[in-house]
Nanobody
Framework: QAHLVESGGGLAQAGGSLRLSCRSSGRTFSSHVMAWFRQAPGKEREFVAAIRWGTGMTYYADSVKGRFTISRVQADETMYLQMNSLKPEDAALYYC???????????????WGQGTQVTVSS
C-alpha cells in the first residue's frame, strides 16, 4: 500500500511562487496517473493538474494553465507542482493523489496524501 506525503506548502505573496512535492513510499508504476487537487474552506475539492507517470503527459485545470507546472522524477518516486504567479484564489489545502486512470474528478483516485496548506497574501 502506497503512502503519499506532500510538502512545500506555506505562505507566499500574490505574484510569488511555491513548489510542492509529493513523495510516494511505494512503487509508482508507469500505468499510474498522479494528480494534484486542492480544497479551499467551504468549497469542493477541485482538480489542479495531473501527470501520467510513464509518459509524462500532463493535464491542467484552466485556472492554473500557464502558471503551474507538474513534473515528476521517477527514480525518486516524487511528483512536483511548481506554482508561479500565485493568486489569492490559489490558497487551499493541496493534495496529491494516485489513480489508474486520468480524471478531473476525485472519485477514481484511491491513494491520497494528508495535504499541504498554501496561503497567498494579497
Amino acid at each position: 500500500q502506497a503512502h503519499l506525503v506532500e510538502s512545500g506548502g506555506g505562505l507566499a505573496q500574490a505574484g510569488g511562487s511555491l513548489r510542492l512535492s509529493c513523495r510516494s513510499s511505494g512503487r509508482t508504476f508507469s500505468s499510474h496517473v498522479m494528480a494534484w487537487f486542492r480544497q479551499a474552506p467551504g468549497k469542493e475539492r477541485e482538480f489542479v493538474a495531473a501527470i501520467r507517470w510513464g509518459t509524462g503527459m500532463t493535464y491542467y485545470a484552466d485556472s492554473v494553465k500557464g502558471r503551474f507546472t507538474i513534473s515528476r522524477v521517477q527514480a525518486d518516486e516524487t511528483m512536483y507542482l511548481q506554482m508561479n504567479s500565485l493568486k489569492p484564489e490559489d490558497a487551499a489545502l493541496y493534495y496529491c493523489a494516485r489513480s489508474n486512470s486520468y480524471s478531473t474528478t476525485p472519485t477514481p483516485y484511491y491513494y491520497w496524501g494528508q495535504g499541504t496548506q498554501v496561503t497567498v497574501s494579497s
